[in-house]
């Protein structure tokens, strides 16, 4: 297995075979970098498996990781130890062409099956990095993914201080949530606990009980289709309202109306009749008195 070492400006290549490596300041550390504790982290190197142990809390990424807990360290992830030491696992071509090959209906088929493989995949997932089920890589293939130790669940861990149904990962267009199933215990995004549903971004680490898993976006493609179910589309917006501007602004609104008579057509009516009556009373009488 490659790693890099990045240290005082230089990157070391390191290969490793499979066996239990250690790394600090010590004369007896198999990796000696001066400043370091004594026997301050041990890889074990198990094939493409890397699992690690801290003797002190370790920063895993953007993460803080507790010391003394087995972690499994996924490609592309880099540890940063005291005085700016980063240790990184650099993911290979093979690696990610590997995961652009797995598409999301392989994996629900997968999924339906029963069978969940330890694969990278290009569809999100989560990846149990910590726990009773380590190493295990979990597709998040539907709208609603439940997790737990129960039977009845997508995702089904084998953690006893886990409920039966303790979370669930909701996929909404892009995006992915976690929501607490009203839990006990609770559930922690990246240390802090989740009170409502939580937007999930690439790298987040998720704890339930004590199991320690790794949310994974994975890569788009624009011609996948990403879930199984299709969304409901979303009721039509009501039609705006068009208020006309006050003071002395043109209104758009009158613009538009036709012009309307300050009369009424009774009033009208009325108007003209009584105008023909006046007229015709002033006809009568003017040849009235012509004929005296």
Not at 151 to 163: C, F, K, P, Q
Not at 186 to 206: F, P, T
Not at 235 to 248: F, I, L, M, T, Y
Request: aromatic share 4%; hydrophobic share 40%.
């Amino acid at each position: 297995m490659h790693l890099d070492i990045h240290w005082n400006a230089e990157t070391t290549p390191v290969d490793l075979v499979d066996g239990s490596v250690t790394v600090g300041g010590g004369a007896a550390d198999d990796i000696r970098l001066e400043g370091l504790p004594v026997k301050l982290l041990t890889l074990e190197v198990d094939g493409p498996r890397l699992s690690i142990k801290s003797i002190r809390p370790l920063r895993v990424g953007n993460q803080l990781f507790p010391a003394h807990v087995p972690r499994l360290v996924m490609p592309g992830e880099s540890l940063t130890l005291p005085n700016d030491v980063v240790v990184k696992r650099p993911e290979d071509a093979a690696s990610r062409e590997r995961r652009k090959n797995k598409s999301t209906d392989f994996l629900a088929r997968e999924l339906l099956s029963g069978d969940l493989p330890e694969l990278e995949t290009r569809a999100a997932s989560l990846t149990c990095v910590a726990g009773p089920d380590e190493g295990h890589v979990y597709p998040i293939a539907f709208l609603d993914t439940t997790l737990g130790r129960g039977d009845e669940v997508d995702v089904r861990l084998h953690d006893r201080t886990v409920s039966r149904q303790h979370a669930r990962v909701i996929h909404r267009g892009l995006s992915y949530f976690l929501d607490d199933l009203g839990t006990t215990n609770g559930v922690y995004v990246n240390g802090q606990r989740v009170k409502r549903a939580r937007c999930l971004e690439s790298g987040d680490i998720v704890e339930l009980g004590h199991s320690v898993l790794r949310f994974d976006e994975g890569e788009r493609a624009p011609e996948e289709r990403t879930v199984i179910e299709k969304l409901p589309t979303a009721p039509a917006p009501p039609p705006s309202v068009e208020v006309p501007p006050r003071g002395d602004a043109p209104s758009v609104v009158a613009e538009k109306l036709p012009p309307v008579s300050r009369f009424a057509p009774t009033d009208l009516a009325i108007f003209v009749i009584g105008g023909l009556l006046i007229v015709t009373g002033l006809v009568a009488a003017a040849a009235f008195s012509f004929f005296e």
